[in-house]
C-alpha cells in the first residue's frame, strides 16, 4: 500500500504536472496562430537561398505543429512498451508489465490522432483523406499491431500467459517504428519529407523549429501525465485482483452451532 505521505506527494506532482501541461499547450497554440509564418513552402527553391517555386497562405498548415509532436509522443510510447516488454520477460515482476500496458494503451490513443491529423491535412492537399502511401500504410499497420496487442491482453483467459505473449507482441511490434519514420527518407512517397530528424539537420525555419520543438516538450509532458494516472490505476487493479483472489482463497470461518444446529445433526439435547 502507498504510504499517505507519498500519496500526497503524487498527487501535488500530478496535479502541478497538469497544469504546465496546459499552460504549456496555451503558449504553443498562441504561437501557432499568431508566431509561425501561415505561408507554407510546397515546393522549395533548387539551390539553398532561391525562392519558393509555390509559397501561399496556408492556414492548413497549423495541423503541423500538432501532426508531428503526436507521431513523436506515439514513437515514444511505443519505446517504452519495447523497454517495459523486455523488462517484464527477464525479471517477471509486474510493475514492468504495467508499464508496458499502459503505454501500449497511450501510444494506441497517439497513433489514432496522428493518423486523423494527417487525413485533415491531407484531404485539402491530396483531394482525398487517405491513400495507401508507404508511410501511411505503415503507420496504419502500427496502430493495428498494437490495437491487436491491447485485444489479446483483453481476451488471454490466463493473465500472466497473456503478459508474457503480448510482451513479445510489443518487442516484435517496435520493428515497424523505424520503417514509418525512415520510409520517407528511403521512397518516394506523398508524405511530405522529415524536416525535423532529418540526415541533413532541421528543415525549418527559426520560428517554425522552436514551436514544433516547444510542442514536442508539450505533448511529451502530457503523454507523462497520462502514465502517472494510468500506472496508478494499473496499481489499483491489480491490488484489488490480488485482495479478490486471497479471498478466495480463504476458507470460510465456521459458524456457531446453536441449539437447532444440534438437532438437525442428530444430537439430542
Known sequence: MTPPTTA???????????????????????AIFFWVPTANCLVPGAAPGQPCFDARPDYIQHIFYMHVPIAYVAYLAFGVVLVGSVAYLKTSKRRWDRLAHASAEIGVLF???CLVTGMLW???RWGTFW???????LTFVLFLIYVGYLLFRGMASDAERGARVAAVIGIVGFADVPLVH?????WRTLHPAEVVINPAGP????????TMLWMV?????????????RT???RAHDALADAEAAAEDRPAPPGPVGRSGAVQAGVQP
Not at 495507401?132 to 500504410?137: G, Q, R, S
Open 8 to 30: 500526497r506527494r503524487s498527487g501535488t506532482g500530478t496535479i502541478l504536472l497538469t497544469i504546465l501541461v496546459a499552460l504549456g499547450m496555451a503558449v504553443g497554440i498562441v
Open 111 to 113: 497513433t489514432g490522432l
Open 122 to 124: 491531407g484531404r485539402p
Open 131 to 137: 491513400t495507401w502511401d508507404e508511410t501511411l500504410t
Open 182 to 186: 525512415f520510409s520517407m527518407v528511403w
Open 203 to 210: 528543415q525549418l525555419p527559426t520560428s517554425e523549429l522552436v
Open 217 to 229: 516538450a508539450v505533448y511529451t509532458g502530457l503523454y507523462i501525465l497520462m502514465m502517472l494516472l
Open 232 to 234: 496508478r490505476l494499473g
